[in-house]
């Protein structure tokens, strides 16, 4: 059994910068492999970085120079740093726990002037 609990969300103006955390317990952090996904209503959910346990990472290429993704085993915690947020980066953002059923409750990221 895994928990996740997303946080940093919110409202930012186009070309600015968030950072979504996301703070795993209940199984060996180090040995997961974790996701950030997004959704917009009508869409389907859509992957948008994985960080595999070795500490690579993977990009979509719609967020691939603009977005970071990293884990921390220290503390259990995976982030998602956004910059140069664009207005199509609006959404509810989820952590996921890769090859697993394991889904954060989501966090609202919004890219409004």
């Known amino acids: 059994q895994v928990q996740l609990v997303e946080s940093g969300g919110g409202l930012v103006q186009p070309g600015g910068s968030l950072r979504l955390s996301c703070a795993a317990s209940?199984?060996?952090?180090?040995?997961?492999?974790m996701d950030w996904f997004r959704q917009v209503p009508g869409k389907q959910r859509e992957l948008v970085a994985r960080v595999w346990s070795d500490g690579s990472a993977d990009y979509a290429d719609s967020v691939k120079g603009r977005f970071t993704i990293c884990k921390n085993n220290a503390d259990n915690t995976v982030f998602l740093q956004m910059n140069s947020l664009k207005y199509e980066d609006t959404a509810v953002y989820y952590c996921?726990?890769?090859?697993?059923?394991?889904w954060g409750q989501g966090t609202q990221v919004t890219v409004s002037s």
């Open positions: 209940g199984s060996i952090f180090s040995g997961l492999h």
């Open positions: 996921h726990v890769f090859g697993t059923a394991y």
